[in-house]
């Protein structure tokens, strides 16, 4: 029989002693490139967020890239998309279980069918449809997806929004609620923007996309999903659009979004990304990567006030962390207040990522 290998205290101590410290270096080396501490990407804010209006840009448990917002007005509740895969559904309802304590969502907008923006309201027996009462349902008017039933994701979108739908849920698509207005409640207000892609056909899927504008007294907030820029160009011809407060970076921080045209007239104040920042999961060019050197240049004269969502760590690993992690931007009588999940409230420039990874802009030095 062999022996076992036998350890003296001495060594055994200084074999832990070293391993203590190989540990702390790679803390260290770890905290240089990615920034503080790593948190736990599902992480909500040390204290559930208080005001009358707040809105929730959420992690979503994995590598990918994909959009979730939470909307709290008073006693609404609002859900804006739910990506990035089905497997997300668990950490979204997690995160907004802590603030929907009555099960119910009154209003739900689906911005357009894209899997990052809409896969948790596909899963069958056990989408967000089956997990929560829906009041109203606002989706997009138009798509280039085919329905196969069950066989794809959009057959199994229709089928859980037709039984909600069946369930008692209010259905609107984008183009019969255009340039209406929601009275949410405790003065706030939700306008669902009209669109030229609302009723003509697009090349880009993203192009669909329902885009809302929420006002709270002299407070504006700018929700456009992924619209591109020639659709970004007709949003701005067809609707007043004023000067905004927070901008929610469409198309996830892309070069293709968040035009010069838009931009020129909201103007805005704060900037958050939802993405997987320098995830090569559409493209391995760095510039290209969420989010996007060219959206960095443009957004720069307007405002350095740019929080970022999530980081990618090492993408065939999979392995990602929080960089600003669930953004809650809260609105009371005193004004806005960020506050970040992960304890790390560094806007994007500060970043190290940003410092390896993109040129930045005059504006901002």
């Not at 559904?89 to 119910?104: G, N, R, W």
């Not at 896969?119 to 009041?135: I, Q």
């Amino acid at each position: 029989m062999a022996r076992k290998k036998k350890f003296s205290k001495g060594l055994t101590l200084f074999l832990a002693i070293l391993c203590l410290a190989v540990g702390c270096v790679v803390g260290y080396v770890g905290a240089a490139m990615y920034g503080a501490a790593s948190f736990k990407s599902d992480e909500a804010p040390a204290a559930l967020v208080q005001g009358e209006l707040q809105i929730h840009f959420l992690e979503l448990g994995n590598k990918y890239t994909g959009d979730c917002t939470y909307i709290k007005a008073g006693d609404t509740d609002i859900l804006i998309d739910a990506g990035s895969k089905t497997d997300s559904i668990a950490t979204i309802s997690a995160y907004i279980d802590q603030y929907v304590t009555d099960k119910k969502l009154e209003y739900v907008i689906v911005t357009h069918a894209h899997q990052d923006h809409y896969a948790g309201f596909t899963k069958r027996d056990g989408s967000l449809f089956d997990l929560y009462e829906v009041g109203t349902i606002i989706d997009f008017a138009m798509t280039n997806q085919e329905d196969k039933g069950e066989s794809n994701m959009y057959g199994r979108y229709l089928l859980e929004r037709d039984a909600e739908i069946a369930a008692g849920a209010t259905h609107f698509t984008a183009d019969a609620c255009a340039k209406q207005s929601f009275d949410l409640g405790s003065g706030v207000a939700m306008t669902v923007l009209d669109s030229y892609y609302y009723y003509n056909e697009a090349h880009s899927e993203n192009d669909y996309s329902v885009c809302t504008l929420f006002t709270y007294g002299d407070y504006n907030y700018l929700f456009t999903g992924d619209l591109e820029e020639d659709g970004e160009e007709k949003l701005v011809q067809m609707n007043a659009l004023p000067e905004v407060d927070l901008y929610k970076a469409g198309h996830h921080g892309s070069k293709t979004s968040s035009s010069a045209a838009l931009l020129e007239v909201i103007k805005p104040d704060m900037v958050c990304v939802c993405c997987c920042a320098g995830s090569p999961e559409y493209t391995k060019t760095d510039a290209n990567q969420f989010p996007t050197q060219e959206f960095v240049d443009r957004i720069a004269p307007y405002t350095d006030k740019v929080y970022v969502t999530t980081l990618c760590v090492d993408y065939e690993a999979g392995t990602f962390r929080s960089m600003n992690g669930n953004i809650a931007v809260v609105t009371d009588q005193n004004g806005i207040t960020v506050n970040c999940g992960s304890g790390d409230a560094r806007v994007l420039k500060e970043w190290e990522w940003f410092k390896q990874h993109r040129t930045c802009p005059a504006a901002w030095q």
